[in-house]
């Protein structure tokens, strides 16, 4: 993966485990939040858990990875064992790569990578994770165990 992308997901965890603020009407407040979080820490139990909200938790997700050498198998896996801990959604076919040839410089992947056939993958997955997506509204009642068991 690409540092950007590192990055991007490293600071992902500030959606995945947040607290809602504790003054509504002042949500920067540091201090405040500060304290809120530390009784939340202090107080959690396995029975009640952290508190701490799962903000992407059902949201229904692909990966398309695009690349001039190989590692994006390496790439997908890695996307999706962590947005999998973060609560996402991957339904089946919900992945795509395209890899240039290293016979051209990497200035010429972007003509040769956008192919009808790889138009056709896009299309394919975007179709695949609406219905997913489709699917999961239709369903109200359902939620994910996490957190010492809270649901």
């Not at 890899?99 to 056939?117: R, V, Y």
């Amino acid at each position: 993966m690409s540092s950007l992308m590192t990055l991007f997901i490293d600071r992902l965890i500030s959606m995945d485990g947040s607290l809602t603020p504790a003054n509504p009407e002042a949500p920067k407040d540091k201090e405040l939040n500060k304290l809120h979080t530390k009784y939340i820490e202090e107080h959690a139990t396995s029975e009640f858990g952290s508190g701490f909200l799962k903000r992407l938790t059902g949201k229904v997700g692909g990966i398309i990875v695009s690349g001039h050498e190989a590692g994006a198998s390496l790439a997908i896996s890695n996307l999706y064992m962590c947005l999998t801990h973060y609560g996402f959604l991957f339904p089946p076919f919900s992945n795509m790569y395209a890899m240039g040839t290293i016979c051209n410089g990497t200035a010429n992947d972007k003509g040769e990578l956008q192919t009808s056939c790889y138009e056709e993958e896009a299309r394919l997955l975007a179709k695949n994770l609406m219905t997913a997506a489709r699917v999961l509204k239709r369903k109200d009642d359902y939620w994910w165990v996490y957190d010492g068991g809270i649901d």
